[in-house]
């Protein structure tokens, strides 16, 4: 257990539709990171948030977004939902955000799927 | 442009015998190597990490990777495989961005047969 937390584990949906994922990093920790992995993309960043502040940003779609509030929990939300986005989320975190030899601790991951 | 790549989609090794994970990468700066282990319906747990310094770095669960600056390979090793170590294993890289985006090989199947 990495002590990364994700909810929900699993998420079934409609096309259009509008989701919101969360995770909560380990104690001490200040920065969040979401990744998405699929089959034909692979493991791909998305966004990185340090502290409550955007830090870093990936391959993320305009119909996504994600922020990360006062008490360091942080949420993705993916709005008009496509086929395509059905995939696994992952988020992680570490003690920082200012270096590249951080250690990521990965969470369980969510599974979405888009009807 | 940056990228981490992993040739072998499986490898298969029995139980016992020595296995290797073979990972290439190409950053900017110094680079920054990490080894992820996934098993099913799991996600990502942390190996090992090359920062600098010793080019062999050891890791949890027995593994070892080795840092080869010439060849830009960090390939990870075990001296002797199990039926457990079998699951998907995923090299990623940083070039001293320094945010930690952080960018993943495909991916290899690690099958171990008893």
């Known amino acids: 257990d990495s002590g990364v937390t994700q909810t929900p584990k699993h998420l079934i949906t409609a096309t259009g539709q509008r989701v919101t994922l969360r995770c909560s990093p380990r104690?001490?920790?200040?920065?969040v990171y979401w990744y998405q992995q699929s089959l034909d993309q692979g493991l791909q960043f998305l966004i990185q948030?340090?502290?409550?502040?955007?830090?870093a940003k990936g391959n993320i779609l305009e119909r996504f977004s994600a922020q990360q509030f006062p008490d360091l929990h942080s949420e993705l939300n993916l709005s008009s939902l496509e086929l395509g986005d059905s995939a696994l989320y992952f988020c992680a975190s570490s003690v920082g955000g200012r270096q590249s030899t951080d250690t990521q601790y990965f969470g369980p991951g969510t599974r979405l799927t888009v009807l | 442009a940056q990228s981490v790549a992993q040739p072998e989609d499986q490898v298969n090794v029995a139980e016992g015998n020595p296995l290797t994970v073979k990972c290439t990468y190409s950053?900017?700066?110094?680079?920054?190597l990490f080894w992820y282990v996934q098993y099913p319906n799991r996600g990502l747990q942390f190996l090992l990490k090359?920062?600098?310094?010793?080019?062999l770095v050891k890791g949890s669960y027995g593994f070892e990777a080795e840092f080869n600056k010439s060849q830009t390979s960090f390939h990870l090793k075990k001296p002797s495989a199990l039926v457990s170590d079998s699951a998907l294993y995923f090299c990623a890289g940083d070039g001293s961005s320094n945010t930690g985006k952080l960018i993943f090989g495909q991916g290899t199947t690690l099958q171990v047969k008893p």
């Open positions: 948030y340090y502290n409550g502040e955007e830090r």
């Open positions: 090359y920062i600098t310094g010793d080019n």
């Open positions: 950053v900017s700066g110094n680079p920054y």
């Open positions: 104690s001490g920790d200040l920065s």
